[in-house]
Structure formats: structure tokens, C-alpha cells
């Protein structure tokens, strides 16, 4: 069965500075990867996916993510943080086929200005 | 365009009472997800619909939850009995279909209190 870990509850970092939100997954086969955001009092939105080919992914609001299978990785990046880029996010991985959507504990980031 | 809706935004139940949350998907969307979000555990999945069938019941916790879809739009999700540890908000996603993975548009949530 599939599953996606997100080692850090909560990531800190000063505004301006690159951020790295952490996922680590686990499938059979090939796996497609999301990442979704949950800012306060929202509900999540989705800022990119992985499903073959390229292994850089870019999304919305300037994030992107990179695909490492050798690792099991799909880590979230920006260069520059904002402090409204404080909020929770989410890794998700599905499997190949009728599957579901398996999600992370999320990470908390905090910009700080 | 509209989003997701849940209703009700809300809901406090007294322990043992039946609970019914509802679920409008985005217009043309064939496919539609359940998920509950308790604080501190992520998101866990409970069931997801392609048109009006649910292929995989694997997730809902217990014979006490239900789910049904109607006309392939509106979703419920019934909770008989309810007990303290179904507190949660309890999420609804849409998306276009399965397959290629199209992204998942959610809702603002249900949350729902047991007493």
C-alpha cells in the first residue's frame, strides 16, 4: 500500500530565504505526487503534481518540486519565502490505477519577516 | 465558478445521534472524494466516488459510516451513532475524473463536535 511522509511537523524560515518542505513516499510502480496547501481558514488548493517526464515540476505562487525516484523524494521548493506563504501543506501520493489519494501530516511553514 | 460546497459548515451532535453531511461537487466533475482531518493526523481518506459508484469503501472506519451519490452529482455522508472520536472535519474534493490524476478541488469543510 501506498504512503507519504512528512518528517517535519513544523518548518521555519526568514523571508527572502529558500524553503524546502520535506516528503518522502512509498508506492509499487510509478507514482504520481501532489502538493496542496491549506492556508488559515481556507480550504486546501492544489499547487502542482507530478505524473511522468520532467522530473522538475513547477506550480503556482512560485513553489516547485522535485521528483527524485533513486530517494523517494518530491520535496517542495521556492527560492525566495514570503511570509504569506505561511501555512500548511501537504504531500499526496497515488498509485497507478483506481487508488486513492494518499495524503501526508502536513507540514506547518512559518515565514517570518 | 462555484467551487465545492459543504453543508453544514458546522454541526454539534450530541454523542449517539445520526449525523448527515452533504456534499455539492463542482458542475461536470465525475469524480468525488471524502476525507477527514483531525488535528495533528493529516488527512485520511474515506471514500471516493467515479460517478455514482465507490469502487473502494476500504477507508471509512466503520460500519457506522455511509456515503452515497445520487445523479452523479450531490454526495451525503452518514454517521450513525456518533461517538467523541468522529470529531473531525470531514472534507469533500472534486475533480474532472480519475484518470489521467487530475488535481482535487476542495471544499471549505465540515466540522463536526460529538458531545
Known amino acids: 500500500a501506498q504512503s507519504v511522509a512528512q518528517p517535519e511537523d513544523q518548518v521555519n524560515v526568514a523571508e527572502g530565504n529558500p524553503l524546502t518542505v520535506k516528503c518522502t513516499y512509498s508506492?509499487?510502480?510509478?507514482?504520481?505526487l501532489f502538493w496542496y496547501v491549506q492556508y488559515p481558514n481556507r480550504g486546501l488548493q492544489f499547487l502542482l503534481k507530478y505524473i511522468t517526464g520532467d522530473n522538475l515540476v513547477k506550480g503556482s505562487y512560485g513553489f516547485e518540486a522535485e521528483f527524485n525516484k533513486s530517494q523517494t523524494s518530491f520535496h517542495l521548493k521556492k527560492p525566495s519565502a514570503l511570509v504569506s506563504d505561511s501555512a500548511l501543506y501537504f504531500c499526496?501520493?497515488?498509485?497507478?490505477?483506481?487508488?486513492?489519494?494518499?495524503f501526508g501530516k502536513g507540514t506547518r511553514l512559518s515565514v517570518i519577516a | 465558478g462555484a467551487g465545492v460546497s459543504q453543508s453544514p459548515s458546522n454541526k454539534v451532535t450530541e454523542k449517539g445521534k445520526d449525523v448527515e453531511l452533504r456534499c455539492d461537487p463542482i458542475s461536470g466533475h465525475t469524480a468525488l472524494y471524502w476525507y477527514r482531518q483531525s488535528l495533528g493526523q493529516g488527512l485520511e481518506f474515506l471514500i471516493y466516488f467515479q460517478g455514482n459508484s465507490a469502487p473502494d469503501k476500504s477507508g471509512l472506519p466503520s460500519d457506522r459510516f455511509s456515503a452515497e451519490r445520487t445523479g452523479g452529482s450531490v454526495s451525503t455522508l452518514t454517521i450513525q451513532r456518533t461517538q467523541q472520536e468522529d470529531s473531525a472535519v470531514y472534507l469533500c474534493?472534486?475533480?474532472?475524473?480519475?484518470?489521467?490524476?487530475?488535481?482535487?478541488?476542495f471544499g471549505p469543510g465540515t466540522r463536526l463536535t460529538v458531545t
Open positions: 499526496a501520493v497515488r498509485e497507478r490505477g483506481n487508488t486513492p489519494l494518499v
Open positions: 474534493a472534486s475533480s474532472l475524473g480519475l484518470d489521467p490524476p487530475y488535481e482535487q478541488y
Open positions: 508506492v509499487s510502480g510509478n507514482p504520481y
